[in-house]
């Protein structure tokens, strides 16, 4: 069964500090997601990754794939208050015929000011 | 073009009952998944409907169940609930065709069992 890790799970870091946060999965998937979830909010897309070595940028995230080692990174640069939530990698799992998506444990971010 | 919407926002049940939870999927999806999000967890893939047919499920009993309708809305009916159901309940819609599988998450329901 497809096994979807993120580290750390818990992230305190002050502003102005970069981080990365990393998302490992366990068999052969070409997509991978990411997304942001507030405290009670449902969840919003950040990134959309297609293939191996797929690099998207917005803000102050950056987020990259290489399948071929299973692994996708999502980096914070310079952050901000406002980037305090939690964060998901998602992959997909079509292994069974199902388009399902398989999260991984999430990654909860405090940006100190 | 009108966003994937839930109802209700909230909702308070006692164990033993049953519960019904809606999604409006995006215009032009075929294709609708529940996943549930305990607190402090990642979402859970509940079942997938395509075209009003299940098309998978995750580890989750018989008692949660679809369906889809012909306008490709759906509930996730959950019956006997349990106070483990307690969580967030997130509706996904996507269109399967070719290579576009992305899906494109509701504000999700709030259920609290008691």
């Known amino acids: 069964e497809l096994k979807v890790e993120q580290n750390p799970l818990f992230l305190s870091m002050q502003e102005g500090k970069n981080y990365t946060i990393y998302c490992n999965y366990s068999t052969t998937s070409d997509r991978l997601y990411w997304y942001r979830q507030d405290p009670g909010k449902s969840l919003e897309s950040l990134f959309v990754l297609l293939s191996n070595g797929a690099v998207k940028q917005e803000g102050r995230l950056m987020a990259s794939l290489d399948t071929k080692a299973r692994l996708s990174t999502l980096h914070i640069t310079a952050a901000v208050h406002d980037l305090s939530a939690t964060y998901f990698c998602?992959?997909?799992?079509?292994?069974?015929?199902?388009?399902?998506?398989?999260f991984g444990t999430g990654t909860r971010l405090k940006v100190l000011a | 073009e009108t966003g994937v919407t839930q109802s209700p926002t909230h909702l308070i049940k006692t164990r033993g009952q049953q519960v019904t939870l809606r999604c409006s999927s995006q215009s032009g999806h075929n294709t609708v998944s529940w996943y549930q999000q305990a607190l402090g967890q990642g979402p859970q893939f509940i079942f997938q409907?395509?075209?009003?047919?299940?098309?998978g499920r995750g580890n989750f009993p018989p008692r949660f169940s679809g369906p889809q309708f012909p306008n490709y809305s759906s509930e996730l009916n959950v019956n006997a609930l349990e106070l483990d159901d307690s969580a967030l309940y997130l509706c996904?819609?996507?269109?399967?065709?070719?290579?576009?599988?992305?899906?494109?998450f509701g504000p999700g329901t709030r259920l609290t069992v008691t």
């Open positions: 996904a819609s996507s269109l399967t065709s070719g290579d576009s599988y992305e899906q494109y």
């Open positions: 409907y395509y075209r009003e047919e299940e098309n």
């Open positions: 998602a992959v997909d799992d079509t292994t069974s015929g199902t388009y399902k998506y398989i």
